[in-house]
């Protein structure tokens, strides 16, 4: 059974910075490319950031490039998003998923991120 686990939102200022995690079990995570996606408030869920399953290639959405890094730890079947210089904008909860340009599980229960004075 495919479980991914986020954790590390809160509630940060504008600028500050936040590191999501997420726990992925149930499949080879090793061989998949692994991704984040946020969803806003009233909008659709957007990919955010995709990691490459071993060679560490990567892709971001233009409105986080220079801001996020994406990388993850195949010992530890972890992803991580690190999050600098966040804005109000990016305001969302945030999901992790296998797959490098479209979702391949069910998404997990998600963490939220509020980028707030």
């Known amino acids: 059974q495919v479980q991914l686990v986020e954790s590390g939102g809160g509630l940060v200022q504008p600028g500050g910075s936040l590191r999501l995690s997420c726990a992925a079990s149930?499949?080879?995570?090793?061989?998949?490319?692994m991704s984040w996606y946020r969803q806003a408030p009233g909008k659709e869920r957007e990919l955010v950031a995709a990691?490459?399953?071993?060679?560490?290639?990567?892709n971001y959405a233009d409105p986080v490039k220079g801001r996020f890094t994406i990388s993850r730890d195949n010992a530890k079947n972890t992803v991580y998003l690190q999050m600098n210089r966040l804005k109000p904008e990016d305001t969302a909860a945030y999901y992790c998923n296998a797959g490098y340009s479209r979702p391949l599980h069910s998404w997990g229960q998600g963490t939220q991120v509020t980028v707030s004075s």
């Open positions: 149930g499949f080879v995570f090793s061989s998949f490319a």
């Open positions: 990691v490459s399953s071993t060679s560490g290639r990567t």
